[in-house]
């Protein structure tokens, strides 16, 4: 479970950085009106989106894992 949390923590700071990268660029997209920005602004906010994915699916890995560790806990406890 240490290794799915540390996972989550870098997954969370990859996206905040994308996501800011993805915004920045959607900026430049407008201000420039660029065919080379918009392409840019596409391919940042896909990367973000990936990691949006990534992000989710860890964090649904983190939520399976404590439930587990929770009924492992209840059946443990249940027996003694």
Do not use: G, I, N
């Amino acid at each position: 479970m240490k290794t799915v949390s540390r996972d989550l923590a870098v997954a969370e700071e990859q996206l905040a950085h994308l996501a800011e990268e993805a915004d920045e660029a959607r900026l430049r997209a407008l201000v420039s009106e660029t065919p080379l920005a918009e392409q840019e602004h596409h391919e940042a906010e896909r990367h973000a989106d990936a990691m949006r994915r990534h992000h989710a699916d860890l964090l649904a890995e983190v939520r399976q894992l404590e439930t587990t560790q929770d009924e492992l806990l209840d059946r443990l406890l249940a027996t003694t």
